[in-house]
Nanobody
Framework: QVQVVESGGGLVQAGDSLRLTCAISGRTFNNYNTAWFRQAPGNEREFVAAIKWSGTATYYADSVRGRFTISRGSAKDTVVLEMNNLKPDDTAVYYC????????????????????WGQGTRVAVSS
């Protein structure tokens, strides 16, 4: 059974940094695209960043490009989202999601593509 667990959220001030970690278990880690999404109160879930199953390509929403970095973590079977220069608009629950299709060519921004989701971790940025 695939399990996805996020950690690292918190309350910070504008301009601060946070590091979110996604731990995935229950299958071979390196065969599946993984992404981060976020959902602010009253808004739809939106794409934030994704990393290809091979680790050779990353993708970002325009709103976070240059401030956020997605990568494989140093800990086994983890994906990390480094968030710098945080803004109040980044306030949301952040979700890690991973696909069920093995070695899909490129990650998508469509949440329907992702079969496995974590419970989310809350990020709040004060001005």
């Amino acid at each position: 059974q695939v399990q996805v667990v996020e950690s690292g959220g918190g309350l910070v001030q504008a301009g601060d940094s946070l590091r979110l970690t996604c731990a995935i278990s229950g299958r071979t880690f390196n065969n599946y695209n993984t992404a981060w999404f976020r959902q602010a109160p009253g808004n739809e879930r939106e794409f934030v960043a994704a990393i290809k199953w091979s680790g050779t390509a990353t993708y970002y929403a325009d709103s976070v490009r240059g401030r956020f970095t997605i990568s494989r973590g140093s800990a086994k079977d983890t994906v990390v989202l480094e968030m710098n220069n945080l803004k109040p608009d980044d306030t949301a629950v952040y979700y890690c999601a991973t696909e069920s299709t093995r070695q899909r060519n490129n990650p998508t921004r469509d949440p329907e593509t992702y079969a496995y989701w974590g419970q989310g971790t809350r990020v709040a940025v004060s001005s």
